[in-house]
């Protein structure tokens, strides 16, 4: 947005998931905050107004309005083997790209 991500925030209901949220983490190797309240996506939508507008200068006055409840760190080792997977994942769905095509036109003709 205007910056490097330096931690990601857990909000929705996999946010209730220690595991999810560590799995966070690891998968993209930055802290993993979960707020104060864990539903607040209309807390988003309406800083991104503000910042749309110009009403604020950046998204660091979020630090200030959510606070936070837990904190997961990556570690290093679940970081090291994710980063092996990643390159197996994106192989994978380059190659089954025609096969999703071809459900969902099957889905989409189901409709009919």
Not at 39 to 62: R, T
Not at 72 to 77: Q, R, T
Not at 91 to 99: A, K
């Amino acid at each position: 947005m205007d910056g490097p991500v330096t931690s990601i925030k857990a909000m929705g209901g996999f946010a209730r998931s220690e595991l999810w949220r560590q799995m966070l983490a690891d998968i993209f190797d930055e802290d993993v905050i979960v707020p104060e309240s864990y539903e607040s996506s209309s807390l988003g939508a309406c800083i991104l107004g503000l910042y749309a507008l110009g009403k604020i200068e950046s998204f660091n006055v979020v630090e200030d309005l959510i606070g936070e409840t837990h904190k997961h760190e990556p570690i290093v080792a679940n970081v090291n083997e994710y980063q092996k997977l990643i390159q197996i994942f994106i192989s994978l769905s380059r190659t089954l790209e025609t096969e999703y095509k071809k459900i969902a036109t099957y889905q989409a003709n189901l409709k009919n």
